[in-house]
């Protein structure tokens, strides 16, 4: 199974700040990586698509790179309604899920 | 607009079946895979199956030997059913649509929260 790491687990930054979110597959998944915002008490919500594939309606402050094992997701400018818990999911064989990053405001 | 509903018993004693139904509207169950997630505590986020849009299934192996996945088109009812049930499976159980056949979720309900427990 591959497994998917996120880093890191918890992170603090400012309205306006640029934040860049991690994942590392544990073996290569061929660009094949979703990125996933959930926020307390809803279910998750597809930001991204095979790494850097915009889901329709999602805001332009959102983009997603990386190849191989290692993925970013970026957000160029943290609004105050970004503060939830960010998932990477491989999908290159079967599925797995990160654990996550939360994001809070400082 | 796209719409998914799951519905569950909330309660489930240990040993026993889980059966949950999604129910979707603004689509059509014949055009898209249908993925089943559940969020526990102790494992996050994990996926356990889907059926696709012709029928057929395919499950996680740590699901395999009890679960089931199955549909009514005429209903517009995607139904999961996982037997043996123990404290562990406690979590939210997630209906999606995938809307490319192959793993990426588009679209989710909104989640039903099953406790195991006698």
Known sequence: ???????????????????????????????????????????????????????????????????????????????PEDVATYFCQQYNSWYTFGAGTKLELK | QVQLKETGPGLVQPTQTLSITCTVSGFSLTSYYMQWVRQTPGKGLEWMGFIRSGGSTEYNSEFKSRLSISRDTSKNQVFLKMNSLKTEDTGVYYCARDFRGGGVMDAWGQGASVTVSS
């Not at chain 1, 979703?34 to 809803?42: A, H, R, S, T």
């Open chain 1, 1 to 79: 199974d591959i497994q998917m790491t996120q880093s890191p687990s918890l992170l603090s930054a400012s309205v306006g700040d640029r934040v860049t979110l991690s994942c590392k597959a544990s073996q290569n998944i061929y660009k094949y990586l979703n990125w996933y915002q959930q926020k307390l008490g809803e279910a998750p919500k597809l930001l991204i698509y095979y790494t850097n594939s915009l889901q329709t309606g999602i805001p332009s402050r959102f983009s997603g790179s990386g190849s191989g094992t290692d993925y970013t997701l970026t957000i160029s400018s943290l609004q």
